[in-house]
């Protein structure tokens, strides 16, 4: 198993250009998440699924949108990249009605 | 406002001795906490979580307190290896947020030989 899959590994997009973060698990869960983490800020929820067809605002989800592809696929859409949303993106699931969410390996965006 | 703190940017400790992490929280709804540590270029892996009806969780060298009435938490690792060296995140999820988790921002432990 490949658990929590994100491409690409690192971004370099200039301000105003669109780009698609994909991520894909193999585990059979149904919820999955989307983070950005920044310096002395910890995790921040962008936005969630918590099953297939359905999505939610998390904590800062102003510039994202989000596709739940099917079970297996979530996908974050920057649709005209900030500087401000230089950070690195970590997808993540769970199975439904557990707590404990498993990571990918993160997307370093750097937007110019 | 940041419902879940972690105060110690940092913590250095000897090879062999107990490493304590610190976490507090304010939302009183809150009632199932998740350690995650995560080494540089990685993503967060799970640790240990306790829920509210328990005070102690113990796995191995890993054990987490829960002092309800403070609204804190601790990671305690015992004893400490270099290969623990990472960041440490708390979690917490509960109420309205079932399911979503909100992070502490994190504290870099060091672990000398």
């Known amino acids: 198993n490949a658990g929590v899959t994100q491409t690409p590994k690192f971004q370099v997009l200039k301000t105003g250009q669109s780009m698609t973060l994909q991520c894909a698990q193999d585990?059979?869960?149904?919820?999955m998440y989307w983070y950005r983490q920044d310096p002395g800020m910890g995790l921040r929820l962008i936005y969630y699924?918590?099953?297939?067809?359905?999505?939610d605002k998390g904590e800062v989800p102003n510039g994202y949108n989000v596709s739940r592809l099917n079970k297996r696929e979530f996908s974050l859409r920057l649709e005209s990249a900030a500087p401000s949303q230089t950070s690195v993106y970590f997808c993540?699931?769970?199975?439904?009605?557990?707590?404990?969410?498993?990571f990918g390996p993160g997307t370093r965006l750097t937007v110019l | 406002d940041q419902q879940v703190k972690q105060n110690s940017p940092s913590l250095s400790v000897q090879e062999g001795r107990i490493s304590i992490l610190n976490c507090d929280y304010t939302?009183?709804?809150?009632?199932?906490f998740l350690w995650y540590k995560k080494y540089p270029a990685e993503g967060p892996t799970f640790l240990i979580s306790?829920?509210?009806?328990?005070d102690k969780n113990e796995d191995g060298r890993f054990t987490v307190f829960l002092n309800k009435s403070a609204k804190h938490l601790s990671l305690h690792i015992v004893p400490s290896q270099p290969g623990d060296s990472a960041v440490y995140f708390c979690?917490?999820?509960?109420?309205?947020?079932?399911?979503?988790?909100?992070f502490g921002q994190g504290t870099i432990l060091t672990v000398h030989p």
């Open positions: 993540a699931s769970s199975e439904a009605l557990k707590n404990e969410q498993f």
């Open positions: 585990m059979n869960h149904n919820s």
């Open positions: 699924s918590a099953s297939e067809g359905t999505t």
């Open positions: 939302n009183s709804m809150f009632d199932y």
């Open positions: 306790i829920s509210s009806i328990k």
């Open positions: 979690a917490a999820t509960g109420g309205t947020s079932y399911g979503k988790l909100t």
